[in-house]
């Protein structure tokens, strides 16, 4: 499973970004991909994660009514998932990062997850 992410950027707070993540691989290898993020100084940390299957969504306490997880998905084939990030905040300042697996909980732990692209870097400023 491949996965390249893109959309990151600078923006000023209150401004919205929208990342994209195209997955390509078997599908039976994954059933669910999330949005990661790791700021200066900070551990890696789920920001949002979606079932690909049923849409089913999950967000961090952090970011719910600011961002949306959404993806267009189709089996066995390349499928991208995307962020749309509003009411941007410095803190929110990280590389992000798009990664892919399967399980049925923890579906924000960044070690529930096997397969990771390489991020797209988002600044925020006040």
């Known amino acids: 499973v491949q996965l390249v992410e893109s959309g990151g950027g600078s923006v000023q707070a209150g401004g919205s970004l929208r990342l994209s993540c195209v997955v390509s691989?078997?599908?039976?290898?994954?059933?669910?991909v999330a949005w990661l993020r790791q700021g200066p100084g900070n551990e890696r940390e789920g920001v949002a994660a979606?079932?690909?299957?049923?849409?089913?969504?999950?967000?961090?306490d952090s970011v719910k009514g600011r961002f949306a997880i959404s993806r267009d998905y189709v089996k066995n084939t390349v499928n991208t998932v995307y962020l749309q990030m509003n009411s941007l905040k410095p803190e929110d300042t990280a590389m992000y990062y798009c990664?892919?697996?399967?399980?049925?909980?923890?579906?924000?732990?960044?070690?529930?997850?096997?397969?990771w692209g390489q991020g797209t870097q988002v600044t925020v400023s006040s």
């Open positions: 979606i079932y690909t299957g049923g849409g089913t969504s999950y967000y961090a």
């Open positions: 691989g078997f599908t039976y290898n994954y059933n669910r």
């Open positions: 990664a892919a697996g399967r399980g049925v909980s923890g579906g924000l732990t960044p070690d529930r997850y096997n397969y």
